[in-house]
C-alpha cells in the first residue's frame, strides 16, 4: 500500500505561480509513474499531467501544456507540478496518483491517490 501525502494548495491571483509537491509515505517513489488530476465543483476528475518513473518521459493536458510543469526528484522522493500563469479556471481539487508500469493519462489505471490539494485561483 502507498499513501500519497500532498502539499498544501492555495489560494493565488490570476496569473500568479504555485508548486505542488507529492511524497508517498515509507516507500520509496522511483519505480511509480505519478500523475496529477483536478476535479472543479460539479465536474468530473480529469488528468493535469504525468511523468514516468524515470522521469524521462511527460504527459500534459492541452488546457495547462506551456503553464504547467511535472517533475520529480527521486533522491528526495517527491514529484512537483509547478503551475504557472494561473487561470480562474484551474480552480480545483488536485490530487496526485501513482502506479507501478508506464505513465498515462487515464485516472483508472492509477492505484494510490493523495488526498488532495485545493486550489483556488481569483480574478
Known amino acids: 500500500q502507498v499513501q500519497l501525502v500532498e502539499s498544501r494548495g492555495g489560494l493565488v491571483q490570476a496569473g500568479g505561480s504555485l508548486r505542488l509537491s507529492c511524497a508517498p509515505s515509507g516507500r520509496t517513489f522511483s519505480s511509480y509513474a505519478v500523475g496529477w488530476f483536478r476535479q472543479a465543483p460539479g465536474k468530473e476528475r480529469e488528468f493535469v499531467a504525468a511523468?514516468?518513473?524515470?522521469?524521462?518521459?511527460?504527459l500534459y493536458a492541452d488546457s495547462v501544456k506551456g503553464r504547467f510543469t511535472i517533475s520529480r526528484d527521486n533522491a528526495k522522493n517527491t514529484v512537483y507540478l509547478q503551475m504557472n500563469s494561473l487561470k480562474p479556471e484551474d480552480t480545483a481539487v488536485y490530487y496526485c496518483?501513482?502506479?507501478?508500469?508506464?505513465?498515462?493519462?487515464?485516472?483508472?489505471?492509477?492505484?494510490?491517490w493523495g488526498q488532495g490539494a485545493q486550489v483556488t485561483v481569483s480574478s
Open positions: 511523468i514516468s518513473w524515470s522521469g524521462g518521459s511527460t
Open positions: 496518483a501513482a502506479r507501478l508500469g508506464l505513465v498515462t493519462e487515464n485516472r483508472m489505471e492509477y492505484n494510490y
